[in-house]
């Protein structure tokens, strides 16, 4: 059975946002040491409540001062290497998403070019207007393809276990 969309809203009820918090801070601890234990890392947590007035430590051993003591003999720079504030991760983000947008709109001419390569050699062209740098995009075209598909050809005819 599915779960339902969790409603991202603050919770009015004291009784009822205690009994959440609780849940979720179970739910937590879980992945949290299913992490440490699948992929053999020293994690910890420090869990600020407000019904606690001292923050919860998770583990409660030593661990979390092994993993504190190994992040302070750390220096300032390999502290701050993963770290990014605001600006930086949307500057990171929008770059990723303008090299996808490249990446699709160059795949989109390609398969817009292939399309009106064949329906050129099925003389189906219908009403197409071409202006001069469309003909000489298509001719390029063409010759790329054309040379990619001679360089498979001779490349499968001079190995042919090559896949």
Not at 72 to 99: P, R
Not at 104 to 116: A, H, P, Q, V
Request: charged fraction near 35%; aromatic fraction near 8%; proline fraction near 3%.
């Amino acid at each position: 059975m599915t779960r339902k969309k969790v409603n991202l809203a603050y919770i009015s009820n004291d009784s009822v946002r205690k009994r959440a918090f609780k849940h979720k801070k179970r739910g937590f601890t879980k992945k949290l040491d299913e992490i440490r234990v699948l992929c053999d890392i020293d994690a910890c947590a420090v869990i600020y409540s407000p019904f606690n007035s001292t923050p919860e430590i998770w583990p409660p051993n030593s661990e979390v001062h092994k993993v504190i003591e190994k992040f302070e003999i750390l220096t300032e720079e390999e502290q701050t290497e993963a770290s990014v504030n605001h600006e930086e991760f949307l500057t990171q983000t929008i770059t990723k998403d303008e090299k996808k947008v490249k990446r699709l709109t160059e795949d989109n001419i390609d398969k817009f070019m292939k399309e009106l390569m064949y329906a050129c050699l099925n003389g189906n062209l219908g009403d197409l207007d071409m202006d001069d740098s469309a003909r000489g995009n298509l001719c390029e075209f063409i010759d790329e393809y054309l040379k990619k598909l001679y360089h498979h050809r001779n490349v499968t005819l001079n190995n042919p276990h090559a896949s």
